[in-house]
């Protein structure tokens, strides 16, 4: 493989964001070089290759960079055209996909809120959480799961709401720890339990997740030093 | 009124107007239902029960959601007339834009107009440096962020149109100015002269009285 053809991932060990990217190239098939980027101290390629918003993940092909996660999930999904397909190939069935892959972003800023919540908010906070994954448990039952949770996801045909699923809460264990609370309840999410745990049976989900005790230790010293995660602006409606 | 397209939107949302813009510069006929937004419909509030808002595009009987969504939709059930590049990699290049139109010009255009008379000018200078970027870095020297026509980008960057012009007249200061935004200034002129968008363009003065009285009005 020359040079120019190479796919080299940016990334941090703990984003969320990047996990996604890293798990859409194992389960294409796709071989990726990694850089862990310090995003203390940006490096001048991040800097370089994602001049707007300096963030990970960056997806470099070609030497040419493709930034924001779900934008790079599209591109793989069109320029490795190879089974697993990412989104479906029906338009309506698409745009479903697309719909609950933004909603998804909002549960993330949800579990972030949560992390960034003080003891008296956290009741509140969880109860959020809880909510929005109900809506998106109705949303996707349907259509994503015709015939109900499989109790193994088979690797080839992980699509792209099951990536972000890792992504947002492969790591729900250590997320747990650090907010004192149970992120995924079998009683209030039956559905995204089993399809979390459908999940964690495959190797390449496995070895995507950050280890337990380095995410715990990581998240703690956060927490410390009063770090908030940023999350989107709430937003009034411009009508 | 049964044609296989229908619209659900309100005369003033950017974001319905983006749906507009597609389905029309694709020759795509539609049924357009203005909703009374302080009482949505049952039918709104059916199709869209997430976030119950517009845009909802309607196609043979299922509704799409989301004004982003709603664009992809469009562009690949009607390829014709493309609204974004064929290329993988000009591709992702066009939804980076997007996505930093509807997620941070979005975010700082809101707070822009709601800050009050303390945070104002900060709100307008985050707006400045946003406008900034998008001139240096997405336009360029281009006539339009499609290039030499307009594309999906355009059509969502056409909030530093009217609704950056309603909303520095609401709160009263202006950021995009010929002298600080040259090119971005003139894409402006260029893309509200654009035909099918010259034609669908919402009423400046009433886009003022309108967003002067949500301001102080906020309910």
């Not at chain 1, 907010?179 to 089993?194: E, Q, R």
């Not at chain 1, 999940?199 to 380095?214: F, G, M, Q």
Request: include cysteine; glycine fraction near 4%.
């Amino acid at each position: 493989m020359g040079e120019e053809s190479k796919v080299v991932l940016h990334g941090m060990w703990s984003s969320a964001y990047v996990k996604r990217v890293e798990l859409a190239l194992k389960i294409k098939g796709i071989p990726f070089d990694y850089v862990e980027e310090d995003l203390r101290n940006k490096s001048p390629l991040l800097l370089k290759y994602n001049p707007v918003h300096k963030k990970v993940p960056i997806l470099v092909h070609n030497g040419k960079p493709v930034c924001e996660s779900l934008v790079i999930l599209e591109y793989i999904d069109e320029t490795w055209p190879n089974e697993p397909q990412f989104l479906p190939k029906e338009s309506y069935l698409r745009a479903k996909v697309r719909f609950w892959a933004a909603y998804i972003q909002q549960v993330q800023d949800s579990i972030a809120q949560l992390f960034n919540a003080n003891k008296e908010e956290v009741g509140k906070a969880l109860a959020e959480v809880h909510e929005k994954l109900r809506t998106l448990e109705d949303g996707v039952k349907d259509f994503y799961f015709p015939e109900g949770i499989p109790d193994h996801i088979q690797s080839e045909k992980l699509g792209m709401l099951d990536a972000m699923m890792v992504a947002l809460l492969g790591a729900f264990k250590a997320q747990d720890d650090i907010s004192g609370v149970k992120i995924i309840d079998p009683a209030k999410n039956p559905l995204v339990f089993s399809w979390v745990q459908a999940l964690y049976r495959l190797p390449a989900v496995k070895e995507t997740i950050p280890p337990h005790d380095k995410l715990v230790g990581f998240l703690q010293f956060l927490k410390q030093i009063g770090f908030k995660v940023p999350t989107s602006n709430p937003v009034h409606s411009l009508n | 009124m049964d044609k296989e397209v229908k619209l659900h939107g309100f005369w003033s949302s950017p974001y319905v107007y983006w749906v507009i813009w597609a389905l029309k510069l694709k020759g795509i006929e539609y049924d357009y239902i203005e909703e009374d937004l302080p009482n949505k419909s049952e039918l709104l509030l059916r199709y869209n029960p997430v976030y119950k808002k517009v845009p909802v595009l309607v196609h043979a009987g299922k509704p799409i959601s989301e004004s982003p969504v709603i664009l992809e939709y469009i562009e690949e059930v009607w390829p014709h007339n493309p609204l974004l590049p064929k290329d993988p990699y000009e591709r992702s290049v066009a939804r980076f834009w997007i996505n930093f139109a509807t997620d941070k010009v979005r975010s700082a255009l809101l707070s822009f107009f709601w800050e009050g008379e303390d945070g104002k000018k900060e709100a307008a200078e985050q707006m400045f440096d946003l406008l900034k970027i998008s001139e240096e870095q997405a336009l360029g020297d281009k006539k339009f962020f499609g290039g030499n026509s307009i594309n999906m980008v355009d059509l969502i960057f056409a909030l530093f149109t009217c609704w950056i012009q309603t909303t520095e007249q609401v709160v009263g200061i202006k950021v995009l100015e010929p002298s600080r935004l040259p090119r971005l200034h003139a894409w402006v002129n260029n893309f509200k002269e654009e035909p099918i968008i010259k034609e669908n363009l919402p009423d400046s003065e009433r886009m003022v009285e309108h967003y002067t009285r949500i301001r102080s009005n906020p309910n």
